[in-house]
């Protein structure tokens, strides 16, 4: 939900390419652009349900990778007394279910083959909790980013949404190929692990339109486009500072409960100026269209700006270049609790280099006021890195911090 | 789960054309051929999320319509209190709700009419359960098998997972279609009832192919064609018992939950042997494709019964022509409870025309006995009963129970 107001990937590429600045307030420019070249095998003659998406890379697919309609994100933690080659077996058997499944093909040993035939584009990608560094002694080579979010005055955590040794991010067109997938991965990996928490999302949009959330907002106008030198710079880590994370990144992943009961009883007009954007197109305030770069220096006839400050738009508004992420989140909408209508929210799942440099700026200023925070609240946190990619078979995830110098010594 | 034996609504189709049982041998049959007819506005060179389904009819949607890929079950119960005119009042809002929704328009006073804009094949079925009767004053109007099912030895019922005074089942393509038809046929008409359960389910499958539950089996093999004497014989009721319920039916709503951790210590013969199907291609034991119509009494050189006598199929299997009912199960897969690996199992929906002489009788089968039973457990239940469809503009569902001559004393 956080950072509506990045100017959009796709305009910056045709700004600079017609000359500057001076260009900024062209019209047009579409939707964000997601690396359709990562889909190795889609053939629109045939059922979608059999696309797959690449496993091997020098990154892990299932971010720069268009996210399909369903996921599942697992988080789990090790048993006691788990030692480095406890987590170096798992991650080898995650590794060859995940390069079997993610390409139609069951996983060794797997119990229900047939649901394996149907890829629909599944992406697993695999992330490292901060304590899994203790775990495996190799505390120096944590990144200094990786560890729990600060509190922040509009949390209301529970627990049970929070943290993990490992995180699973399960991605398909079909939400049966999802929960084989969890289920397969879980199970092969249970001697060694506690499951800590499941999130299941969706997501739904016209082809090239931006998904709305259930508040009925557009929600992912600004975003990073994948394959723009932007996207490298701020995604991925080039191991400059530690040479294993390389083509790696982080997540964090925020589970944010809307009270959709009192934000019933808000207007199209202030559920506007709440987010800084109109709800029928997601145009900002000071513009027409969706993609038109916001102006927050725009007033009405009174003086009075378009977009109010205190909009969600306007306080997400990054301060300099840096204050970038990519977003990749999934609405969701469980079982209500008992006394309750509805129990539903945003899996807001966002990729960055840096969560201190360029997540926790944004998340601070909207803490500490955002109009918006009066209907949604932040009920699960949990951070991770994501290890590079898998560069071909024979390998493993997780393989280049466990065969680093530090871990060698 | 139940009765995965009943003959083929197609074979038998093709078995009258043939002039009779002698043809019953023959290979062939595909799919259960649901009524595409109801899709009333598809157009394959547009987006299929516009697709949409009619809402008026003799008889409700949802239910000869094809099932699409997702669905909410919602059950409510009336405050106490509530009088006639309220669910009177309570359903014209409902209809006039699901008029709009279903055919891609906003509800009146829609918050979110962003969210309408997709319909997806958008279904919305009613139903009134056993108690509704009561605080209508409308006891003798109640069919005598809208009551809750007996206790059976393998139930394990939840109370939070059984009964209810009213149904909403929403079916649609998109996830987030359904979330919002949940949201929005809750909230309006929150003053007069609680929400009781939400269960939301998904299905899968190649166009014209068998789902498959995350057991892996497929399921729904046999069923009842929409289209055909058997199905209307059989789903819907013609108003010879109760006027008013002419073109009506009953559902009865069964949470499965799956024991995934001991299933998978059964290799594929030894579930094979239980269901009575084999898993790869769902072919019975006794011949060799899925849509094979089963042989009781086919034994190996051993003398031996191919299909095992307490497999699931051979219990399931009806012992007259009448123990048959239409199944559109949907597979759930929820976050698990502490401690737990998974929470997954199949929405058991079925529609009769009367649950007693219809559906009873197999279900006492095979909760007397069903090789399936060490490995499901049904852990919720409710039975509601599907009042007509609204035929025109102007109408409200159940208008023909209000306004029976009974209604009018």
């Not at 996983?107 to 901060?130: I, M, N, S, Y």
């Not at 220096?297 to 009174?302: G, K």
Request: aromatic share 8%.
């Amino acid at each position: 939900m956080a950072d509506r107001s990045q100017p959009h990937p796709a305009r910056l590429s045709r700004r600079r390419l017609l000359g500057g600045a001076a260009a900024a307030g062209a019209a047009g420019a579409a939707g964000i652009g997601w690396g359709a070249a990562a889909v190795t095998h889609r053939d629109h003659d045939r059922d979608p349900g059999l696309d797959t998406v690449a496993f091997y890379g020098a990154k892990q697919a299932g971010i720069a990778t268009e996210p399909p309609l369903h996921a599942a994100f697992v988080a789990f933690d090790l048993k006691p007394g788990s030692r480095r080659e406890d987590v170096i077996g798992l991650l080898k058997i995650w590794t060859d279910d995940a390069s079997r499944l993610t390409q139609g093909k069951p996983a060794l040993a797997d119990t229900e083959p047939e649901l394996a035939a149907r890829p629909a584009r599944l992406t697993v990608t695999v992330g490292f909790g901060p304590e899994l560094f203790t775990a495996v002694a190799l505390e120096d080579q944590r990144p200094h980013w990786l560890k729990p979010l600060p509190p922040f005055g509009i949390d209301k955590l529970d627990a049970a949404w929070c943290g993990g040794d490992l995180l699973l991010q399960i991605c398909a067109e079909e939400a049966t190929t999802v929960s084989h997938a969890v289920r397969v991965l879980s199970k092969h990996v249970k001697s060694l692990v506690t499951v800590r928490w499941v999130q299941r999302g969706f997501r739904n949009a016209a082809r090239g339109q931006t998904m709305r959330n259930l508040m009925g907002s557009v929600d992912g106008t600004v975003n990073i486009a994948p394959g723009t030198v932007d996207f490298d710079r701020l995604v991925w880590d080039d191991g400059s500072s530690r040479p294993w994370l390389a083509g790696g990144t982080s997540m964090v992943m925020r589970r944010i409960a809307m009270n959709l009961e009192t934000w019933d009883e808000l207007d199209a007009e202030g559920r506007a100026l709440t987010i800084g954007r109109t709800v029928e197109d997601g145009a900002p305030l000071s513009g027409t269209r969706e993609f038109d770069v916001p102006d927050f220096a725009a007033v009405d006839r009174y003086g009075i700006p378009k977009i109010p400050p205190s909009s969600h738009i306007a306080r997400a508004h990054r301060t300099h270049d840096g204050e970038r992420f990519l977003r990749r989140g999934y609405n969701y909408d469980d079982a209500p609790a008992p006394g309750h209508m509805s129990n539903s929210g945003l899996l807001f799942a966002s990729f960055q280099r840096d969560i201190d440099a360029q997540f926790l700026p944004v998340q601070r200023r909207l803490a500490d006021f955002d109009a918006l925070n009066q209907w949604t609240t932040p009920v699960g946190s949990a951070v991770f890195v994501i290890p590079p990619g898998v560069p071909g078979p024979g390998g493993y995830l997780g393989q280049q911090l466990f065969e680093s110098a530090a871990a060698q010594r």
